[in-house]
T-cell receptor, first 114, second 113 residues
Framework: GDSVTQTEGPVTVSESESLIINCTYSATSIAYPNLFWYVRYPGEGLQLLLK?????QKGSSRGFEATYNKETTSFHLQKASVQESDSAVYYCALGDPNTNKVVFGTGTRLQVLP | DMKVTQMPRYLIKRMGENVLLECGQDMSHETMYWYRQDPGLGLQLIYI???????SEGDIPKGYRVSRKKREHFSLILDSAKTNQTSVYFC????????????FGKGTRLTVV
């Protein structure tokens, strides 16, 4: 089946440091999956951080960015300089535009130290 | 205000009791979902609904059933709850699903004792 594998947390970085959370996917039944990063802040529900639906394109939001790489089946999340308010759990996900199903990774807990 | 609302937020039930988890959305989304999340696992899809009375099994439907009689409401039912159904349940909705944003509720933490 389709699956998503991401960096196992927790990931701890200091404020203003750079960040990368790895995500790779396997889309055996989907020719062109849509890729997403979701985030859950403490006490909140999951919310969309960014999405890319075309291979080769980059999505960005709140200083985060991720590039849809079909060759390496990857969608790594990066940020050049994190802030304490970025502390949250980040989920990589892929969506099947034909069935509307969305498959999530296990989530990566990020802690940013002041 | 775009919102997915889950009720209740916390629930404790005895093994063998019936459980009803309710979800509502105010965005007229056609597609709705029920997921569960356990420690160390990603969100696992239980059921997906494409509209009223148009429901499909997800990856882990065993032990669950759903009901969608109005577009804005989607219920998850556990008949005779089991201890291994202790989990956090998330409801979500979207317009199309695969290519658009999925909106999530805050979750219901269910404990079956």
């Amino acid at each position: 089946g389709d699956s998503v594998t991401q960096t196992e947390g927790p990931v701890t970085v200091s404020e203003s440091e750079s960040l990368i959370i790895n995500c790779t996917y396997s889309a055996t039944s989907i020719a062109y999956p849509n890729l997403f990063w979701y985030v859950r802040y403490p006490g909140e529900g999951l919310q969309l951080l960014l999405k890319v639906i075309t291979a080769g394109q980059k999505g960005s939001s709140r200083g985060f960015e991720a590039t849809y790489n079909k060759e390496t089946t990857s969608f790594h999340l990066q940020k050049a300089s994190v802030q304490e308010s970025d502390s949250a759990v980040y989920y990589c996900a892929l969506g099947d535009p034909n069935t509307n199903k969305v498959v999530f990774g296990t989530g990566t807990r990020l802690q940013v130290l002041p | 205000d775009m919102k997915v609302t889950q009720m209740p937020r916390y629930l404790i039930k005895r093994m063998g009791e019936n459980v009803l988890l309710e979800c509502g959305q105010d965005m007229s989304h056609e597609t709705m979902y029920w997921y569960r999340q356990d420690p160390g696992l990603g969100l696992q899809l239980i059921y997906i609904s494409y509209d009223v009375d148009s429901n499909s099994e997800g990856d882990i439907p065993k032990g669950y059933r759903v009901s969608r009689k109005k577009r804005e409401h989607f219920s998850l039912i556990l008949d005779s709850a089991k201890t291994n159904q202790t989990s956090v349940y998330f409801c979500a909705s979207s317009f199309v699903g695969g290519g658009t944003e999925v909106f999530f509720g805050k979750g219901t933490r269910l404990t079956v004792v």
